[in-house]
């Protein structure tokens, strides 16, 4: 059983910056693909990114490509998510999650959820 908890949220002004960090109880954390997801009210929970085990390869979707990065530290059983240029469509719940597979960018392919960390954008 993998446990994710999140930190990083808050509120900030369009066009700032935030670092999203998700830390994993297990020693096991280097054998799973990490990813990012959020949900926004009254919207279904999305895709935003993905890393393989190794960091090697990344996945993003469109929306945030190019703004957002996602990197990971095995040695600290750590995910992060840099989140630059954020725009007012970004406000959203943000969700690490754990996956057995490679690449996945649906909900239904992670196995492990964290509680999820508010972010809030500003106009």
């Known amino acids: 059983q993998v446990q994710l908890v999140e930190s990083g949220g808050g509120l900030v002004q369009a066009g700032a910056s935030l670092r999203l960090t998700c830390a994993a109880s297990?020693?096991?954390?280097?054998?799973?693909?990490m990813g990012w997801f959020r949900q926004a009210p009254g919207k279904e929970r999305e895709f935003v990114a993905t890393i393989s085990w190794n960091g090697g390869s990344t996945i993003y979707a469109d929306s945030v490509k190019g703004r957002f990065t996602i990197s990971r530290d095995n040695a600290k059983n750590t995910v992060y998510l840099q989140m630059n240029s954020l725009e007012s469509d970004d406000t959203a719940v943000y969700y690490c999650?754990?996956?057995?597979?490679?690449?996945?960018?649906?909900?239904?392919?992670?196995?492990?959820w964290g509680q999820g960390t508010q972010v809030t954008v500003s106009s």
């Open positions: 999650a754990a996956s057995s597979f490679l690449g996945a960018t649906k909900r239904g392919a992670y196995d492990y």
């Open positions: 297990e020693s096991t954390f280097g054998s799973y693909a």
